[in-house]
């Protein structure tokens, strides 16, 4: 980024953030108009832009912010009284401002956007405001800036003063102080990170062409379109001290105060602290692997003096990793506060169209956000406010007929609530009637009359979500088009919230967002089908129950289950994620309730593994949108996990059709083959020794079943896992190079598809420990060396079902 | 001052151009393998790293030849099997099998090969245009280049990272 830029893009941040509070200020000023502290704020504001703007040679924007900034001086000084006609001129100005803003953002330059129509009606009220003065064009000279130059330079010093190392201005020529007051705007307009540089610039260009004082006053007004930059920049900074010194009167400490709080924050990149939040991303990965390697030793070598060691290290890395995303997190966190301060201008506006008397109370506004949630909540409240305003306050008549008193309040709250923000909006206007939501969605044809019949109120509720609703009779500017309260949906879904909607007829509304704090890092709920594992955001899992299969209906085509008082569709995971069926199901399946809004869904599961703490990976460009898979995590060990969409998954479940259980467990039964001849069965001999496996295969040959050799557990693990044969059963060996006997079975039995299979150890060791080892790695029968053949075919035969 | 800026920074990007184009290359280095029994290559640079086989993580509502997603120092990489892509059957891994990652940009996926042959070294004007009827927008072919008594298939890396289901 060249320099120029830097200090452009530092400009429009500051910029944006003025004047965001300035909107804020100056609503309140509205129904405040005697607080001079707040006038004084609003003026300095309006007047640090115009100062900036004229540096960097913003035209458009100096001259509209100079115009607005001479009747705030009025208003400042008493000569003027705020009206709300005033002030709907003030903030249209201000609205432009955002506008040429933009624009430079977009291009660099503020050309393109006429002001002129602004800037006259500015002029009227700053004309027909100064009755007072004698000079009717008081436009056209800058009066109310050199004046209290003149009239309060005492004010001057004593505001100055208070600053760091301010020179005596009353020793200096009228030279000297426009070139220190050209500083003094360099150093404000570099209050950041190009502060040297802007100095340096400021320091040459000034003292070069000394311009007249009366010449460049002049320029200015007469909007010369593209005057010297050195022209500009001396009328300016004359009202910067004029601002600074005249609020010196009523609160001469808070320049000097501003002066000093930037120090305790600095602006960081954003990217900077994305790349952080990777980083932090790949340490919990890495913990979470470490404490998985923990237990594996804990196991392994249970007793030994050197785990205590490893699990205090072990304990310490997880506790300050967990710190640190803490903290990391805390770093982009904004607080809710950027995004409310909008609405209260919004609701002055919306309640002078709709001729209403709406009063906004926000509360929480310092509730902390991750920075990627505060920006994408921004619309969706702007909606929910613009509905209860249109559709849930009613107009001052109905009211007051109603009983209610006329002023109708909305009101925006955040809080913290476990592991989520809630921002709840309330209004008490007239409330959703649930009946006659159903009877507009029937009539739109979007909901069927059975289907209305069937529903609850808060089911009803959801309806104003579905595009194309609206209850409004007609499309108004501010709403009834159908669309908003769509988006709302999308996008807080989209952050995995969830939205709550309560109302009571003739009483009022209240809608809850639940958003979890952070995108990055989640907590799941870990689900098993088959080989597979998915993770489930936990913010959307409302419970899990374990059920009999028979407590599953069929109802029209679909799976249900009853709970509680509630009837539930269900889905299998598998069904949707085209999961092969190798192994059979069990007499009990799991059911994880999801919950996305007021809709609900059960989701079927073979097992529950566990909660963790995730962390959210993309699936990159090539992957990236596939249906109901929200992005993958890698866990513990090694491997990666995808995440489900819950919200898609819900869309996706109803498509999916439903297969019943029962037939389900006897196709899967059919798919094992049937045994026609002895060879049909296939067994597995697992030894190191070429000699055992040669006495196995022969004590074998008479039954005449096939047989496969492996020379370690990874060869047999290989060879069961490539899926050439099916095998029956495995004769394993228990001491072995590269994976021993036990491993190798605790390694099979984690699979469901050979949860059947029989393990038979056969060896020579013949302590009790060793067959308490053999049983609890999933053996099934423990064959102790030396061995009849006879001995060793019956064993085989009994565990296979030998039918020969 | 801030056109003084400009020039300044105006300056400094012409230096910059310059010393970018200052040179260019007559060889061109591949690198080698085989799916099936054909030899195929792309451009060492596009080769991220080549690595043995191991677990993979099955992605559901994918075509056939996308294996799924595998785990390559914490970041999540799909996995294609070019046997499958190119209309072969799917062969059991074995020890020859590789995964090459090629990135382009910010694509970047993991492609199953059956083998590596060598890297390649190979001049400019050695390599010749697709065949006549495989050259169209959609080719995944960027040319044929000849070395001795061998054929190579070169081909486009931005291809085979492109989605196209």
Known sequence: ?804 | MSDKLKQVIEKQAAQQDEELNDHSDDIVQLVGFIIGEEEYAVPILSIQEIIKPFTWTRVPQVPAYVKGVFNMRGSVIPLIDLRLKFGLREQKHDENTRFIVMKNGDDIAGFIIDRLTMAIRIKRENIGPAPDTLIGDDTMIEGVGKQEDRIITILKVNKLLERDF
């Open chain 1, 1 to 804: 980024m060249d320099e120029f830029e830097e200090i452009l893009q530092d400009f429009l941040v500051e910029s944006f953030e003025l004047v965001e509070k300035l909107d804020e200020d100056l609503v309140e000023l509205e129904s405040n108009p005697e607080d001079l502290e707040l006038l004084n704020g609003i003026f300095r504001v309006a007047h640090t832009i115009k100062g900036a703007s004229s540096f960097l040679n913003m035209d458009v924007l100096t001259h509209l912010t100079h115009h607005m900034e001479n009747i705030l001086n009025k208003a400042r000084h008493g000569e003027l009284v705020i009206t709300p006609e005033i002030m709907d001129v003030i903030l249209e100005s201000i609205d432009l401002m955002k506008e040429l803003l933009e624009t430079i953002r977009d291009t660099s330059s503020d050309a393109g956007i006429d002001v002129s129509g602004c800037v006259a009606r500015l002029d009227a009220i700053d004309n027909g405001g100064s009755g007072t003065e004698v000079e009717t064009p008081a436009v056209k000279e800058p009066e109310p800036e050199p004046e209290p130059v003149k009239e309060e330079p005492k004010e001057e010093t004593e505001s100055s003063s208070e600053s760091d190392d301010e020179p005596d201005y009353e020793n200096m020529s009228d030279d000297e102080v426009e070139k220190e007051i050209a500083k003094l705007l360099a150093q404000r307009q570099a209050e950041d990170k190009a502060k040297r540089e802007a100095r340096i610039a400021a320091g040459e260009d000034v003292p070069a062409p000394p311009p007249s004082p009366d010449e460049a006053p002049k320029a200015e007004p007469k909007k010369e379109s593209t005057p010297a930059p050195v022209a500009k920049t001396t009328p300016t900074p004359k009202k910067a001290t004029a601002s600074a010194k005249s609020a010196g009167g009523a609160k001469a400490a808070a320049p000097a105060k501003k002066q000093v709080a930037p120090e305790q924050t600095i602006r960081v990149d954003v990217k900077r602290l994305d790349h952080l939040m990777n980083l932090i991303g790949e340490l919990v990965l890495a913990k979470n692997r470490l404490i998985k390697i923990n237990d594996d030793m804990e196991d392994r070598y249970e007793g030994e003096e050197f785990l205590e060691e490893l699990n205090q290290v072990v304990s310490i890395v997880s506790l300050v990793t967990t710190d640190l995303q803490i903290a990391v997190m805390k770093t982009r966190m904004l607080p809710v506060g950027k995004v409310f301060n909008k609405f209260p201008r919004m609701i002055r506006d919306l309640s002078r169209e709709l001729n209403k008397k709406i009063d906004l109370q926000i509360s929480g506004e310092e509730t902390e956000l991750d920075k990627s949630i505060v920006e994408e909540i921004g619309d969706p409240l702007v909606h929910i406010i613009r509905n209860s305003c249109d559709h849930g306050i009613e107009v001052p008549d109905v009211r007051i007929a109603a009983g209610k008193p006329e002023m109708g309040t909305i009101s925006l709250k955040a809080y913290n609530e476990g592991n989520q923000i809630v921002i709840q909006i309330d209004d008490d206007g007239k409330g959703l009637d649930a009946n006659m939501l159903k009877d507009r969605c029937i009539e739109k044809g979007l909901i069927t009359e059975k289907e209305a019949d069937t529903m609850s109120d808060k089911d009803a509720f959801a309806l104003i979500f579905k595009p194309g609703f609206s209850t409004a009779a007609a499309v108004t500017n501010v709403s009834g088009r159908g669309v908003g309260m769509d988006v709302v949906k999308t996008n807080i879904e989209k952050l995995n919230g969830i939205i709550d909607i309560e109302s009571e007829v003739g009483v009022g509304t209240t809608i809850k967002l639940k958003i979890p704090l952070t995108l990055a890092i989640i907590q799941a709920l870990l689900v098993g089908v088959q080989e597979e594992t998915y993770a489930i955001p936990l913010a959307s899992v409302m419970e899990t129950v374990r059920i009999s299969i028979d407590e599953i209906y069929t109802v029209e085509g679909k799976n249900v289950m009853r709970l509680r008082d509630d009837v539930l569709s269900l889905v299998h995971i598998g069904d949707i994620f085209e999961v092969e069926r190798i192994m059979e199901g069990g007499e009990y399946v799991y059911v994880v309730v999801l919950g996305v809004g007021a809709q609900k869904l059960g989701l079927l599961v073979d097992t529950l593994v566990g909660q963790e703490e995730i962390v959210i990976k993309s699936l990159g460009e090539y992957l990236k949108g596939i249906e109901g898979i929200a992005g993958a995590t890698i866990r513990g060990d090694g491997g990666v996990t995808l995440i489900v969409d819950v919200v898609a998954l819900m869309e996706m479940a109803r498509k999916v059709k439903a297969t019943s259980m029962i037939s389900e467990n006897s196709d899967s039964l059919g798919a094992k083959k049937e045994k026609n001849s002895p060879s049909d069965y296939t067994i597995m001999i697992v030894d190191d020794s070429k000699t055992d496996r040669m006495i196995m295969t022969k004590a074998l040959s008479e039954l005449g079943v096939s047989l496969v050799e492996a020379v370690d557990g990874q060869d047999a693990l290989t060879k069961l896992k490539d899926g050439t044969h099916n095998f029956d059963a495995m004769l394993i060996d228990i001491e072995m190079p590269r994976m021993d006997g036990y491993t190798l079975a605790s390694e099979i039995k984690k699979y469901n598809k050979y949860k059947n299979l029989p393990l038979i150890a056969v060896t020579s060791r013949t302590g009790k420990s060793d067959r308490m080892r053999g049983v609890e790695s999933g053996m099934v029968e423990y064959i102790t060396k030396p061995y009849s053949a006879d001995y060793l075919s019956s064993v085989v035969s009994r565990n296979i079902n030998f039918k020969f």
